[in-house]
């Protein structure tokens, strides 16, 4: 393990602790026009669009393993979830390699409303009460659209405190996406 | 190289699938005294202290954040909380507003009960109108010929005798007050049974007499006078009053005992205080007692 690799593992236990802490301690608490936004989802898509597909997963499993611990809550619900979306936007960084401003926030909102639905699928599924219906609906789209706002500002930091730790400047990425060797500027470490 | 690379990540992934649902198999197989369970409570009473800290330590921030959604919830929710507000003085003005008007009504169904006046099929009818003067010599009431309302019908409310209908159109009638110097209704002492005539004077509504009271009789202040109803046995000098209708009380007596005594009196009715009322439409038996 070399030494940016360590660092990049450290940075993401980090991001991952603050964000749980964050998230619980404070983020949930706060409610505005009746929704509070949901940063782990968010976090997940954005390390997976920074770090790749498969550290994006793993930190998705850790991060939701951490959540369900903090939470007491089914272990490896969020997991399962959050990998899913930490691998499909580390997917979508390394074959489609999106540039547009736009990108993290319309990746925010769709691992949020991921996050969201799949959830409600898995808790309902489990055999827990789940209130189906507007009323989740109306908290879905609501959670949707405030992650949506504060998913580039997320991304930024994120992004600022991953950059020193990736092997190559991403903003490079463009000119070798997808080249053989490279699914994820980790795999070139 | 490539192929190994790709084989590596797919075992991988396949790991990072696996733990989730290994977690999730075991946590649900295992009891809550279980392995997984402990760990999870560790886990939890490690992260505790850290997310009070957090909490204390973030609180100003999620006040801050709190405030701002909280004045965004309240500007949206302004207007539904005026709305709500209006709809609940409508509500509750018009509650009283029945609560009064069933006591008006509550009234005047006891005295129809007491005067046996539910035979002379009686109309309820709200008052629309009244006239300016200080006199209140009349108002206008909702109902009219179309009810079987005539000119001459008495009117009355909760209270006792208020006056008379004195024009009648088909959804509308005038009634003249006995405050407004027009009318002279035959009344008796309701005790004593001395018979006259109760009459404002000239001046005005508090100069309300008892005229026409023989001498024999001794009238004391605080007495009720009620209509006399029909004395007369002959036909064509029937009242326009049934008999036995509160219409007030002996205030004063000047020179009691004497032919030029003068009996004032003071309407039960309060001719400033007119809402409902009812008009009897039907003589019973020529309004005699």
Known sequence: MNLNYRSLVWRLALICLVTVVFQVAAVSQIKILGVNADLVPLVAASVGLIVGSLPGAAFGVSIGLLLDFALVETVGVASLILLAIGYAAGRLRELRDPQGAIVPLLVGAAATAAAQIGLSLLTFLLGQRVPLGWPLLLELLGTVAFNAVIAIPVYLILRRCLLAALPEDPRRRRRRAYTTGGLSPLSKS | ?289
């Open chain 2, 1 to 289: 190289m490539y192929d190994r690379t790709i084989r590596r990540r797919r075992l991988a992934l396949a790991a990072l699938l696996a733990c989730p649902l290994l977690l999730l198999t075991v946590y649900f197989g295992e009891s809550s005294g279980g392995t997984l369970h402990n760990v999870q409570r560790g886990v939890f009473s490690v992260l505790a202290p850290i997310q009070e800290g957090a909490s204390t330590v973030l609180k100003p921030a999620r006040d801050l954040f709190g405030w701002f959604g909280d004045t965004i919830d309240a500007t949206s929710r302004l207007s539904e909380l005026e709305n709500s507000n209006q709809n609940l003085r409508s509500r509750a003005i018009a509650g009283s507003e029945a609560l009064r008007v069933n006591a008006q009504l509550q009234a005047l169904l006891n005295l129809d009960n007491a005067g046996g006046l539910a035979a002379a099929k009686p109309v309820t009818a709200r008052v629309i109108g009244q006239s300016p003067t200080v006199w209140y010599a009349t108002v206008t009431i909702n109902q009219g010929s179309d009810r079987g309302i005539k000119a001459g019908n008495p009117v009355i409310n909760g209270d006792g005798l208020i006056g008379q209908v004195s024009t009648v159109t088909a959804n509308a009638s005038i009634v003249s007050l006995i405050s407004g110097g027009d009318l002279a209704v035959p009344a008796r002492i309701s005790a004593g049974g001395a018979n006259g005539v109760a009459q404002t004077g000239a001046g005005g509504p508090d100069d309300l007499r008892l005229k026409f009271i023989a001498r024999r009789f001794r009238v004391e202040p605080g007495a009720t006078v009620v209509t006399a109803g029909t004395l007369s046995s002959q036909s064509g000098l029937e009242s326009l009053y049934p008999p036995g209708i509160p219409i007030g009380v002996v205030t004063r007596v000047v020179d009691p005992g004497t032919d030029a005594q003068k009996i004032y009196l003071r309407t039960y009715a309060d001719p400033q205080r007119l809402e409902m009322v009812q008009v009897l439409t039907v003589p019973i038996n020529g309004n005699r007692r």
